[in-house]
Nanobody
Framework: VQLQASGGGLVQTGDSLRLSCVASRRIFSNNGMGWFRQAPGKEREFVSAMSWNGARTLYADSVKCRFTISRDNAKNTVYLQMNSLKPEDTAIYYC?????????????????WGQGTQVTVSS
């Protein structure tokens, strides 16, 4: 397994969760990392991305000011801190390793995908 996401769960509106994704060094080092999510009956959508060095971050408008992406290159791990969760955040969250260094919002810019972790926010 090259990407392993964890940290999902069932929470209430307004709660917080932190997702983690551990990657193999080969696909983590020097590559941008991203988080995507897919709700039932919907297409996979971009959530957030970070460049290989953490200098550049991207967020979907729907999560700006609530979610924060970060990475620990020594641990080959990318995180997604999710605050003020809403029921519409309910989805399976996937981490992905990019084909390049800078991170992107496009799914086709990512070569490797984790198995996903379920986040459910009750109202």
């Amino acid at each position: 397994v090259q990407l392993q996401a964890s940290g999902g769960g069932l929470v209430q509106t307004g709660d917080s969760l932190r997702l983690s994704c551990v990657a193999s060094r080969r696909i983590f080092s020097n590559n941008g990392m991203g988080w995507f999510r897919q709700a039932p009956g919907k297409e996979r959508e971009f959530v957030s991305a970070m460049s290989w060095n953490g200098a550049r971050t991207l967020y979907a408008d729907s999560v700006k000011c609530r979610f924060t992406i970060s990475r620990d290159n020594a641990k080959n791990t990318v995180y997604l801190q999710m605050n003020s969760l809403k029921p519409e955040d309910t989805a399976i969250y996937y981490c992905a390793a990019g084909r390049g260094a800078w991170g992107s919002s496009g799914t086709n810019e990512y070569a490797y995908w984790g198995q996903g972790t379920q986040v459910t926010v009750s109202s």
